[in-house]
């Protein structure tokens, strides 16, 4: 009789240990929104929350080291108009954030240096072009400035935030759920409410692979891997929950039931150590597995396991790890009584030095391309930093006013460029007063142009809404001309 052992994993023994409640986030209003989001966002720099209000939507952003008791009057982003639904932080800049709401606007924030100290009410950029509630935003991994949202409207837009313009809009039969880009960002996978998975090319627009991935009526969540593969997780006709692991043509490698529980699981994917973290809405386990090339390619290692049942989950990225105690993962759960627990995922090893098979070059900050050159069809990888030496964020530069085709500048050239922008506007004005146009004394130009630029935007959402209706009430007359005729 043979015998197989156990399989060998240096991950078989990753644990969790949650801080102690003064090193946690406490006294947080946390949403009751019904909607299927992780409701919390984190960065080296900051934690983002969303949160309970009245008349509106918002989010409260803290800094990492403000840990313990929030003040019940804390400064919030509070720009939305109705409840907000999802946030991301942009991977290229710790300070930019995107944020979806039920009022069908995608809002990008610029949360100042040091954190907020009042109420931050006006974002950078307003995004309008859904007609219903968007409750899915998705940053590009490698390209600078480009935004995916998903709307109740069953759209997808491919936003340059930079210029506030879409890309692309791209309709489907139902409503998109969860999305994730491939490793170089040339491919996207996106589930839907009618339960299937398609891989879509965002460019064209055009869907190129799809399938059925989960016979139960409850929202899949998908996550695309670093070698094409694509993992989701959902539920059976049973209402079991199940997790599957699928080719780049979307065929099924694996499919695994988890257990009976009916909270959506969102996956979480560690391209550095092919490790998916489940973390079930309502639940109080944390399970990882690990992604190989050998069936059946999903592999259980271990679960977290607490008391208390997870209200959303934050998911810290590799470069805000702390290298130092083997610390592979870390999670911000979100308690039902307004408690962030921090929840850090190590590798027990003894030798304090630097480990290199724990730790191979990850993603960066710095984008691969910007957002025109993706648009003309280039590819890249992203751009990888080693952790070794400790992760040291790259200098930006703060948000041009004049020239919004440039949302997060990098280089010394780009800080040159808008200074020169501003001197010719400058100059331009003075020509202009010069040649017999006069404007008072307090007016500052720049506002002028910065509130020209949000009306245009605005005018466009409300020339697609005055498109939308005045199609729905043609179609809604020729039905009536129509009955007309039939009783003639």
Known sequence: MSFRGIRQSKFRHVFGQALKRDQCYDNIRITKSSWDSTFCAVNPKYLAIITEAAGGGAFLVLGLDKSGRVDRDAPLVVGHKAAVLDIQWCPHNDDIIASASEDCTVKVWQIP???????????????????RRVGLVVW???????????????????????????????????????ASWSWDGAKL???FKDRKVRIIDPRKGSILHEVCAHEGNKPTQVVYLKNGSVFTTGFSRMSERQYALWNEKLKNMNTSEIDTSNGVIFPFYDPDTSMVYLCGKGDSVIRYFEITNDSPHVHFLNLYQSSDPQRGIGWMPKRGLNVNNCEIARFYKLHTKGLCEVIPMTVPRKSELFQDDLYPDTLGDMPSLSAEEWIEGKN??????????????????????????????????????????????????????????????????????????????IAKGHERRIKYLEDRLAAYEDDDDQEDNEHL
């Open 140 to 178: 590009h991994p490698t390209v600078q400035n480009i935004l995916l949202s998903g709307g109740s409207d069953n759209k997808i837009v491919i936003w340059n935030v930079g210029t506030g313009e879409p890309v692309a809009e791209m309709e489907f039969p139902d409503i998109p759920l969860s």
């Open 189 to 191: 996978v996106a589930s």
């Open 380 to 457: 890249a990888d992203p751009i990888l930093i080693s952790l070794k030496d400790g992760y040291v964020a790259t200098k930006k530069a703060g948000i041009a006013k004049v020239a919004p085709s440039i949302l997060m500048s990098r280089s010394n050239h780009t800080n040159d460029t808008s200074k020169s922008s501003r001197t010719t506007l400058h100059h331009t004005s003075h020509e202009t007063l010069a040649s017999g146009a006069t404007l008072p004394a307090n007016i500052d130009l720049q506002n002028v142009l910065d509130d020209v630029r949000k009306l245009k935007i």
């Open 113 to 131: 240096e040091g954190g907020l100290l009042r109420n931050l009410e006006e974002p950078v950029v307003d995004l309008a072009a859904h007609q």
